[in-house]
Structures are given as C-alpha cells and as structure tokens.
C-alpha cells in the first residue's frame, strides 16, 4: 500500500436515486497532513465533485484509522516566507473552502486526530462523527502562527469562550468534550463509526435532493447575510423549490400517508 495515495473519490449509487460520494485524503505516513501538492490535488478534484449533479451527500474521511487530519504539513510551514506564507495559507483555505461550498451536505468522518488546518476542514464539513479516542486542537500557536482562514467558522460553531480556550492555549480536547461543546454531532467506538454516520445520512438522503440542496445554499447565506436580508433570501428559496415537482409530489405523499392513519 502506497504511503501517499493523494485523494480519493469513490461514488456509492443509492436505491432511489443518485449516488453518495466517499472521499478520503490519504497522506497516512503523514497523519493525512496536508502539503501543496495534496491540497491543490483536492481543490481540483473537489471541482468535478461539486459539479455532479446526481451527488447527494458526501462522507470525508482520512485514511489509515490514525487521523482524520493531522494538519498543514509542518515542514512546509517551517521553509515559508511571506510571500509563500500567503499563498500556502490561501490554499488551506480553497481547499477547506471547497468542502464548506460543496452544494450538498458534507459529513465529516473523524476517527483519530484532527489538529490545526483538520480541525478547520471538520468545521467547513456540515455535520461531523467522530470515534471516541479522536482527539481536537489547533496547536498552530505552539509553532509561533495563529489559526486562520477556517479557524473563523469556531466561534458561531462552539461559542466564543470554547473557541478561545482552543485558540489561545494550543491544547487538545478529546472526543467527549467535544461532543458537550457542539463541536462535533455524534461519538462513536471506532468499530460503529459507520453506522453513527449513517444515522445522520440516512434522513439526509430520504429528503428531496432539491430541498436539501436549496437548504444547504441557505444555510451557508444565513451564515454571511444580516438577519433581514437573510430571510428575504429564504423567501426566495421556498419560491425556488417549486421550479420543480418535488414539493407537489412529497407533500402530496405526505398528505396521503396522513389521511390514511384519519379514523373512518
């Protein structure tokens, strides 16, 4: 087995429609860190993902049962200069970037460490699993950087003060804290790390595709929009769902399996 297997893509149909996307960053001698050569691999190939219009969900994982992500590779980050410095860091960014955007739900699938540029690439994922040995943290201050770039989505994520704590001390939490500070959804024995994850997928996938996807777009407005000009985007949202039948034919189902259970 390859110690650097770059990122990988494989697609899972599903019985109704469409497909589940399973990608995985294999960089395992390294705890899957990520270096230019990797990240701009993912940013590339995330383009073709986003694309696919037959995608419903997308499940990331780290390869190797030891990280989820490790973080930006340390020795690249230690030869930088300013100049490089900039375009290293934009890069964490596109590449977490490209997750946050893609435009269906993305899980993050933890299992082991998610440090410094890992952690800020499980924040840009929707919802996030995690087994109960993994372990959280942005050290960047320990090597004498700040967290950047995605480190901004922990504060709406995990409240301000768990935000600080992380930020400001380098220290890692474990899986438990984690789940009591919000900061991931669900914790697992690595051996039912699947199945907690399919828990969360299976209603993602059981909603209407356009829905979810209209849903995802929102989402991501409210997030950058005011309050008034973020519901005036929603208004336009439930307008758009009925561009197609999904909202006629669920309702109408719905509407049916209700009248069903009325007493005669």
Do not use: Y
């Amino acid at each position: 087995m390859s110690e650097r297997g770059g990122f990988l893509v494989r697609r899972e149909p599903q019985p109704e429609s469409g497909h589940v996307a399973h990608l995985t960053i294999d960089n395992r001698a390294k705890l899957n860190s990520l270096d230019r050569a990797l990240m701009e691999e993912i940013v590339e190939r995330m383009g073709a993902v986003a694309a696919d219009p037959e995608l419903r969900l997308a499940i990331l994982s780290g390869a190797g049962g030891r990280a989820f992500v490790g973080g930006a590779d340390i020795a690249e980050i230690a030869g930088l200069d300013a100049l490089a410095a900039r375009h290293f860091i934009t890069l964490v960014h596109r590449c977490c970037d490209a997750f946050r955007r893609l435009p269906v739900p993305v899980i993050a699938r933890i299992d082991g460490f998610a440090l410094g540029a890992g952690l800020e690439l499980a924040a840009a994922c929707d919802l996030r699993v995690a087994s109960d040995d993994s372990t959280f943290g942005m050290p960047e201050v320990r090597i004498g950087i700040p967290s950047v770039v995605e480190a901004a989505l922990l504060p709406r994520l995990i409240g301000i003060g768990h935000a600080r704590r992380l930020l400001l001390t380098g220290e890692t939490i474990g899986a438990a804290e984690a789940l009591a500070w919000g900061l991931v959804d669900a914790v697992a024995p690595s051996a039912g790390l699947d199945q907690a994850i399919d828990r969360l997928a299976r209603p993602i996938l059981a909603a209407g595709p356009r829905a979810i996807r209209l849903q995802k777009r929102l989402i991501l407005d409210w997030e950058e929009l005011p309050t008034g000009p973020a519901i005036e985007r929603g208004i336009d949202a439930f307008v758009q769902a009925f561009d197609s039948d999904e909202p006629a034919r669920m309702a109408g189902a719905a509407l049916a399996r209700l009248n069903a259970r009325k007493p005669r």
